[in-house]
């Protein structure tokens, strides 16, 4: 589907690409961290991203028939969207968990707005808040990584393997860890979050090729991170601020999920303030309510503010005072 | 009276359990009028004017007149005339100081009278800081603080609502869920959204 | 004698207050969260419908108009009072469950809606049947709605588990699941109707 709508001034100069191959090459930029998952908690959680995918894929085409819309499952934006939500999962969920989830990111996050390009809101993170609120249970059982095994020292609890924020939200130190091992992904943690070096590999190709800018995720991050680093948990400025960027879903939400062109906003200026804004929810969340992690929603409420800040941003227009 | 109950009390009213999100008070209007920014704007900073002016007087109402001669059941009829007749009053101010902020809010201004967010706040406060009938230190200040927060929470779910709608207007929408049921649906994430501010401890 | 009985059948359907005409949103989603609330719900606001449409329109010839809208307020909280300190005394239970809600009657927007779109014009007895008839489709648009949040949100039904092994989605005894119940709904007979068409 190439998009001829074009939102600037003249001169233009063209790129031969579309929306369609923009949408495949996330994909492909998404295919190291789903790897890392599986080799991190193994067969289960390839069975999760599989029925994500599938359950997004026939959702949006079963839907589009039945609303006698033109079938768009080929445009790579509902592969995206069942593998994030996939990738926003515990490895060992019932199967049924990533189905209805899917189901309801592209149903209630996507077609209801109208399709793609039209809703308000990240659709993958949708379905998560769903879930989250619906089986609360599912979503926050936990598996150890494999690698595990029987050297690895749990320090807290071997049955429910809380995660380092879970860890943490309760006060307790979650020094049992290295930075090396949060980097690697060698935690407990949703499919798609805890492999810090394969979602870097992916961010910095999308960086490169420019199909996400560095507005949004750099000031989320560096929000959370300054944040996280000032109201430390053993007085001001002593927080552990590394730990706070590389656990939790901070990384996968900044470089993937909040840089979503459609529900983020247009200019560069007000990406700032989404980045800021994304940073500043996440961080309030993580230290003082009552969830140990607060991306989804950080995301979400920004994605709500976003038609606004686009108003008051608006670009000046050539010509006009 | 401390800082950590006002804080609370903000956190409360505007995020957690904001008032049209949590509790579903003041929907009509919400649903009705958040199609557009300005309106929005208009009718949130008006309820917010009354939600804080009959915190105060219901406040007032119920410790020196309905508490001590034991007319406490006398509640709600007497909040919703004391409501009615200060938005009554509200209207004739507006209308004789300035004829054109009274004709910009046009009919959203008597709307405000069965806004359940107003009553909803005044019974709220009665409820969060009456203990059998005596009032716990500091009341006053925190149902007068409830009032404008409640307030503030109103305004930011119509301002962010009426950006969504706006933007919406571009949309090819499918058409049985257009207007109502698809505002509905918003809500219904935004709601879901908010509730990343659960359990808020300082 | 038809026409008294199309007053009453026009609230169940044509002119539900919930679904056509949207009003009285607020204890509707509220109040939703199990059956039982549902229609104790939908029985108080009933009688207070009942009340206030047969006294307003008893005395609509005395009310001055400038005043009515606060007249018919002071009819209304009247009525709601009474079912306050009933429920209190017999059902001091469902007087929790539904918390704030009951005295909200008040400013139920169906309550004053009928009153001043339709009591203070027509006939006492008519009056009474559009009380009648739109008190009963609340009650049923309740009853639907909180069906749907009770059996897919608690796994329950009036109380009864049904289905063993059946997981419910808790969202939707939220908030949140109450707004997206009701939009959906909403959405289900808007193409209803076009579908008729």
């Known amino acids: ?321 | 009276m401390n800082l950590a109950q006002f804080l609370t009390i903000f956190i409360s009213a505007v995020f957690i359990y904001n008032v049209i999100l949590s509790r579903f008070l003041g929907l009509c209007s919400f649903i009705a009028i958040s199609k557009e920014t300005k309106p929005a704007l208009a009718m949130s900073l008006a309820v917010m004017f009354v939600t804080t002016m009959s915190s105060m007087i219901t406040w007032l109402i119920y410790r020196f007149l309905l508490i001590p001669f034991n007319l406490t059941y006398l509640r709600t009829i007497s909040f919703i005339l004391v409501i009615a007749t200060f938005v009554q009053f509200v209207e004739m101010v507006v209308r004789k100081i300035s004829p054109a902020l009274y004709r910009f809010f046009g009919i959203y201004l008597p709307l405000i009278t069965v806004n359940c967010a107003v009553l909803g706040v005044a019974v709220l406060n009665v409820d969060m800081f009456f203990v059998n009938t005596k009032a716990v230190p500091g009341s006053f200040y925190y149902s007068l603080f409830q009032g404008i927060c409640v307030g503030l929470g109103y305004t930011l779910a119509m301002l962010l609502m009426s950006g969504i709608r706006e933007r919406l207007q571009l949309s090819n929408i499918p058409k049985c869920v257009k207007d109502f049921p698809l505002a509905f649906v918003i809500a219904s994430i935004m709601s879901l959204a908010f509730m990343g501010f659960n359990g808020f401890r300082f | ?197």
């Open chain 3, 1 to 197: 004698m038809k026409k008294l009985f199309n007053e009453f059948l026009k609230g169940i359907i044509k002119e539900n207050p919930t679904f056509v005409l949207v009003l009285g949103l607020c204890p509707t989603l509220a109040v939703s969260v199990s059956v039982i609330n549902g229609i104790g719900m939908g029985i108080a606001a009933t009688f207070v419908l009942l009340g206030s449409n047969i006294i307003i329109s008893m005395i609509k010839n005395i009310i001055p108009d400038r005043i009515r809208i606060p007249c018919f307020i002071v009819v209304i909280a009247t009525f709601v009072t009474i079912v306050e300190m009933t429920m209190k005394a017999y059902s001091p239970v469902l007087n929790r469950a539904l918390g704030i809600y009951v005295p909200l009657i008040v400013v139920n927007c169906i309550v004053l809606g009928r009153a001043e779109a339709y009591a203070q014009k027509a006939p006492v007895i008519n009056a009474l049947f559009d009380g009648l008839g739109m008190g009963i489709g609340f009650t049923l648009a309740l009853i639907l709605i909180s069906g749907i949040r009770e059996f897919l949100g608690a796994g329950k039904l009036m109380g009864h588990t049904l289905i063993k092994g059946f997981e419910p989605a808790y969202v939707l005894g939220m908030p949140s699941g109450a707004l997206l119940v009701i939009g959906l709904l909403l959405g289900f007979f808007n193409l209803l109707k076009e579908r008729k068409q």
């Open chain 1, 1 to 321: 589907m190439k998009n001829r709508l074009i939102v600037s001034f003249p001169p233009h100069l063209h790129k031969d690409e579309s929306v369609s191959k923009i949408m495949w090459m996330v994909v492909i930029s998404l295919i190291p961290t789903g790897l890392a998952g599986v080799l991190i908690f193994g067969i289960d959680a390839l069975w999760v991203i599989i029925l994500g995918v599938i359950s997004a894929l026939l959702s949006e085409g079963i839907l589009q028939l039945l609303g006698k819309r033109r079938v768009s499952i080929l445009d790579g934006s509902a592969f995206i969207t069942g593998l994030l939500l996939a990738y926003n999962l515990p490895p060992k969920v019932p199967f049924w968990l990533p189905i209805v989830g899917s189901f309801f990111s592209i149903a209630i996050g996507k077609l209801i707005f109208g399709g793609l390009g039209q809703n308000i809101f990240n659709p993958a993170l949708v379905g998560r808040v769903f879930l989250m609120a619906s089986w609360p249970k599912y979503m926050t059982t936990f598996s150890p990584p494999l690698s595990a095994g029987a050297g690895f020292i749990h320090p807290f609890d071997a049955v429910t393997s809380a995660t380092p924020l879970a860890i943490l939200k309760e006060g307790k130190s979650a020094e049992y860890i290295s930075y090396l091992d949060l980097f690697l992904g060698k935690r407990g943690g949703c499919i798609g979050e805890v492999c810090i070096l394969a979602l870097l590999l992916g961010a910095i190709f999308l960086l490169i090729k420019g199909y996400i800018s560095w507005h949004i995720p750099i000031t989320f991050i560096f929000t959370t991170g300054v944040m996280t680093y000032v109201f430390g948990q053993k007085g001001l400025f002593s927080g552990d601020w590394l730990l706070h960027i590389l656990c939790g879903g901070l990384i996968l939400g900044a470089f993937f999920m909040a840089t979503d062109c459609v529900t983020s906003p247009l200019t560069g200026r007000g990406q700032i303030i989404f980045g800021i804004g994304c940073g500043l929810i996440t961080a309030v969340i993580r230290l003082w309510g009552g969830y140990p992690e607060g991306v989804s929603y950080a995301i979400l409420m920004m994605n709500a503010a976003t038609p606004l800040i686009d108003r008051y941003t608006r670009n000046r227009v050539y010509g006009v005072k």
